[in-house]
C-alpha cells in the first residue's frame, strides 16, 4: 500500500536551516508529484506547494519566499523540504501529501513532521 | 482569489447524521473536484472523499460527498456517527492554477 514516511521532530533556533524528508513506498515514485502542507499552531491546512518528481520543477503558493526549497532523490523514493533563516512563525507541522495524476487517484499524506522554532 | 469556506464547528450525538459544508467563493466550485481529509490528534491526515464524491477503499460507505452547483457548495455527510469520527475535517480543491485551495477545517465534536 501507499506510504509516505517522514522524518522525526525538530527543533531550530531562529535563522538556523532545517531539512525535511518524505520517503515514499507502495506505488512508482516518479509517477505522482510531491505536496507540501503546513499547520502552524491552532490554524488551519496551508498548501505550500509541490514538486514534479518528474521533472523536478518545483511550483511555491502565491507568498512563499525563497527561504523555502523542494527538492528529491528518486534512487531512495525520498522528497525533501529545506527551510532557511527559520523564523518563529515557521514553528508548525509539516506533511507531504502524493498527489494525484489519473482519475481515481487520490492523494495520500505523510504522518506530519513537527518543527519547533525557539531562541 | 478562490476560497473555501467551512462553519468553523459542529456538533452531533453518535448515531446520528451530520453534514458540512464547504461553501466556494470567488468562483465555481462546480469547476474542479473537492476533496476531504481527516485529521485526528496523533494520527496521519487521510482522504475520507475524493473527486466530489469517491471514497478511498477503507473508508467505510458512513462517508458521502456531494457538490451542488446551485449553491456552489460541497458537503461531507457522516452517518451513524461514532466516537472515532469526532476530529478535523478540511475541503480542498484547486484554483485557477491547479494550486490546492483549502478550506479554513471543520472540528466535528461527537456528544
Known amino acids: 500500500q501507499v506510504q509516505l514516511v517522514q522524518s522525526g521532530s525538530e527543533l531550530k533556533k531562529p535563522g538556523a536551516s532545517v531539512t525535511l524528508s518524505c520517503k515514499a513506498s507502495?506505488?512508482?515514485?516518479?509517477?505522482?508529484?510531491i505536496n507540501w502542507v503546513r499547520q502552524a499552531p491552532g490554524q488551519g491546512l496551508e498548501w505550500m506547494g509541490w514538486?514534479?518528481?518528474?521533472?523536478?520543477?518545483?511550483t511555491f503558493a502565491q507568498g512563499l519566499t525563497g527561504r523555502f526549497v523542494f527538492s528529491f532523490d528518486a534512487s531512495v523514493n525520498t522528497t525533501y523540504l529545506q527551510i532557511s533563516s527559520l523564523k518563529t512563525e515557521d514553528t508548525g507541522v509539516y506533511y507531504c501529501?502524493?498527489?494525484?495524476?489519473?482519475?481515481?487517484?487520490?492523494?495520500?499524506w505523510g504522518q506530519g513532521t513537527l518543527v519547533t522554532v525557539s531562541s | 482569489n478562490f476560497m473555501l469556506i467551512q462553519p468553523h464547528s459542529v456538533s452531533e450525538s453518535p448515531g446520528k447524521t451530520v453534514t458540512i459544508s464547504c461553501a466556494g467563493s470567488s468562483g465555481s466550485i462546480a469547476t474542479n473536484y473537492v476533496q476531504w481529509y481527516q485529521l485526528r490528534p496523533g494520527s496521519a491526515p487521510s482522504t475520507v472523499i475524493y473527486e466530489d464524491d469517491q471514497r478511498p477503499s477503507g473508508v467505510p460507505d458512513r462517508f458521502s460527498g456531494s457538490v451542488d452547483s446551485s449553491s456552489n457548495s460541497a458537503s461531507l455527510t457522516i452517518s451513524g456517527l461514532r466516537a472515532e469520527d469526532e476530529a478535523d475535517y478540511y475541503c480542498q480543491s484547486y484554483d485557477t492554477d491547479y494550486f490546492w485551495v483549502f478550506g479554513g477545517g471543520t472540528k466535528l465534536t461527537v456528544l
Open positions: 501529501a502524493r498527489g494525484v495524476e489519473d482519475y481515481g487517484d487520490y492523494v495520500a
Open positions: 507502495g506505488y512508482t515514485f516518479t509517477k505522482y508529484p
Open positions: 514538486i514534479s518528481t518528474k521533472t523536478g520543477k518545483p
